[in-house]
C-alpha cells in the first residue's frame, strides 16, 4: 500500500508504560490471583488498556482500576504528550466490576492517537495513579490508504490456560509486531464452562502448567465468576501489550457462557447449580460488556427476557465494512436440522432482515462478513444434533441452512459485491471455496469463506464439508487428534490486506511462529474468484 502514511509502531518505551510498569504491588501475583481491591493508596489499573469502537473519528478507551475512581483520558498526536486533549470519564465503581470506558470523538481520520489513562481518588483529585499509555490508528477516510487487520477466536480453551513456562500467550505478542489497524476476536473469547487445573501432562511426557484463579478452577455461574473468566486472559502481559496497540472488534459464540448452548436451554449438568442458560447468559452479556470496549448502542445487557444485542456493522473507512453477526443469541434449538421450513434459524429473523438491509446500504468495497461458526463444515452437537449451519445432508437446504441461503440468495439478486466470510470456532484453519455448479442449492454468487484459530486453546481435526451449498476446500492445516496443546501444534491467526491503490484484497492464513500457510488475492467488483 504504497500511499498509506502508516505510522511505525509505537515506541518501545510506550507499550512497556501501557502494559508492563506498573507497581508490583498491584499487578497479578505469579500464582495468577486477582490484585484485592485496596483501601489505602492510589488507584492502579494493573489490567491494562483496551480501545474499541474505533471509526474515522471516534473510539471507546477502556480501563480497570483497582478501586473505586473517576477515568481521565488525555489524547495526543505525538508520544510526548506535549499538547494533550483531555476527556473525562466516568465514576468507575463496583456496579461495573470497577470497568469504565470513555467515548472519544473528533479525532483526525486516519492518523496515530496517542492516549493515556489516569484514574483519581473521587474524594481527593489530586490522588492520582500512575497513568497507563496506549495507542491506536484511527479509520482512513481515504480509499489509497488501505486497511490491514487480523483475525482468530478460541481463547483459554479444552484445559489450555496462560502458561508461564512457555512464556503465557505468545502468539499475541507475534500479532502485535505486525500492528496491524485492528483485531477482530471471531467468539470463545473466554471457556467460562471450560474449568482449569494446574497442570497437565502431555501425551509426550511434558507437563503444562496453568496460572489459576479461583473463578477458573469451577464453570462460571454467577455473575461474579463470569467476571473473572474475562478478567483472566488480561493476566497475560502479551494480550495487555497488545490490547495497549491494537483496537479490538469482538464477537460472541457459545464458550462465553457454556458448550453448544441456545435460549430457552435447560441444562442437564451436574456441574451447574444454575439450570436456566437464558439466566446464566445474561450474567455473562453483562460481564462480556463490562470488559470490552464496545459501544452501548451496540448491545446492552438486561434481564434473561432482554436478550443482548450483540450484532452490527463496523465501517473502517471507504474500502472496509465489518458485518458483525451472532449465530448464538437468537438461534432455535440445536436439533437433526432437517426442518423444510425455519424461520428462527440460527440468525433470527430480525437480524437477518437487519443482514439484508446492512449490506444493501453498504457502500464500501469490500464487506467482511463475520461469522461466529463456519456455513459448510458439520459440527455435531452429540449423536443425532448439530450446533452449526450444516447437518451433513448435502441436499436442497433443510433447517438452519434455510436462513443462509436466503442472504445468499440477496446478495446475487441485489448484486452486492465483495462479500467474504470470515469465522474461528473449529480449533484448524482453512480456506473453503463456494460455487453453485457444485451445490445442491444453486442460487447464489460465487464466494470464499476463510477459518482461524484456535488462538490459545486446544486444536481440533478437520470437520466434514456438507455439500448443500457446494464447498471445496482449498487449504486446510489441521491436527490428526483431538484437543492437541499449544505445546504441540502452532496456534493459527489470519490477515486481510486491502491494497489502498488496486482495492484487491488479500487474506493471509498464518501459523504462531511467523509461516503464512496460504494466500488468496481476491479483486473488486467479481465472483466466483
Known sequence: MPHRPRVPSPARRTVLRGSLLVPAAALPTALGAAPALALAGRPEAAWGVQVGSVTASSALVWVRSDRPARMLVETSATESFRRVRRWYGPLIGPGTDFTGTTPLYGLPAGEQVHYRVTLADPGDPRRTGRPVYGTFRTAPARRRDGVRFLWSGDI???GWGINPDIGGYRVYEEMRRLDPDFFLCSGDTVYADGPLRPSVTLPDGRVWRNVMTEEKAKVAETLDEYRG??????????VRRFNAQVPSVVQWDDHEVRNNWYPGQILDDSRYTEKNVDILAARSARAFHE???????????????RRSRMYRVVHHGPLLDVFVLDMRSHRN?????????????????????????????????WKVIAADMPLGLVVPDGATDFEAVAQGDPGAPLGRELQIAQPLRFIKHRKV???????????????????????????????????????????????????????????????????VSPMESPQYFGEVEIDGDSADLTVRLRAEGGAVLFSKVLHPGRTGQ
Do not use: C, M
Request: neutral net charge.
Open 291 to 305: 470488559y470490552f470496549p464496545v459501544s452501548a448502542s451496540h448491545g446492552s445487557y438486561g434481564s434473561s427476557a
Open 156 to 158: 483459554a480453551g479444552q
Open 229 to 238: 473468566n474475562f478478567r483472566y486472559n488480561l493476566l497475560d502481559h502479551n
Open 333 to 365: 434449538r440445536n436439533s437433526p436440522g432437517r426442518q423444510a421450513d425455519d424461520a428462527t434459524g440460527i440468525l433470527g429473523a430480525e437480524q437477518l432482515r437487519w443482514l439484508e438491509r446492512a449490506l444493501a446500504a453498504s457502500r464500501a468495497v
Open 417 to 483: 459485491t465483495g462479500t467474504v466470510w470470515l469465522t474461528a470456532d473449529v480449533h484448524y484453519t482453512s480456506a473453503q471455496h463456494y460455487a453453485p455448479e457444485r451445490a445442491a442449492f444453486k442460487d447464489f454468487a460465487p464466494f470464499w469463506e476463510f477459518v482461524s484459530g484456535p488462538l490459545a486453546a486446544g486444536g481440533f481435526p478437520a470437520n466434514a464439508l456438507d455439500g448443500t451449498f457446494g464447498p471445496d476446500r482449498v487449504f486446510v492445516r489441521a491436527p490428526d487428534r483431538a484437543n
